[in-house]
Nanobody, 120 residues
Framework: QVQLVESGGGLVQPGGSLRLSCAASRIIFSIYTMGWSRQAPGKQRELVATLTIGGSTNYADSVKGRFTISRDNAKNTVYLQMNGLKPGDTAVYYC??????????????WGQGTQVTVSS
């Protein structure tokens, strides 16, 4: 069974930085688009960043210039470097692995999430 395990969350002051990691197992990591999403209390889950197998990235407007997604295929790990954190970034952050299998089917896996709290 595919596993995605996030780590690196915690409490940080506004303006601080955190680096999230997501280690994947039982998956051919290099063929998946990897992403990070987040869900704040009372809000819908929102996509934060994605990174394709070709290296293309996409970011939510709210994090552009502050967050950077990267991957290490040798370690089956995707990262999210978060700088200039704001209280509005407080949420549970989820790792996602996605691959289109056919015109009507996708493989879509999610981690359990890691809490990020930005507060003074």
């Amino acid at each position: 069974q595919v596993q995605l395990v996030e780590s690196g969350g915690g409490l940080v002051q506004p303006g601080g930085s955190l680096r999230l990691s997501c280690a994947a197992s039982r998956i051919i990591f290099s063929i998946y688009t990897m992403g990070w999403s987040r869900q704040a209390p009372g809000k819908q889950r929102e996509l934060v960043a994605t990174l394709t197998i070709g290296g293309s990235t996409n970011y939510a407007d709210s994090v552009k210039g502050r967050f950077t997604i990267s991957r290490d295929n040798a370690k089956n790990t995707v990262y999210l470097q978060m700088n200039g954190l704001k209280p509005g970034d407080t949420a549970v952050y989820y790792c996602n692995a996605r691959r289109r299998v056919s015109a009507t089917s996708v493989d879509d896996y999610w981690g359990q999430g890691t809490q990020v709290t930005v507060s003074s």
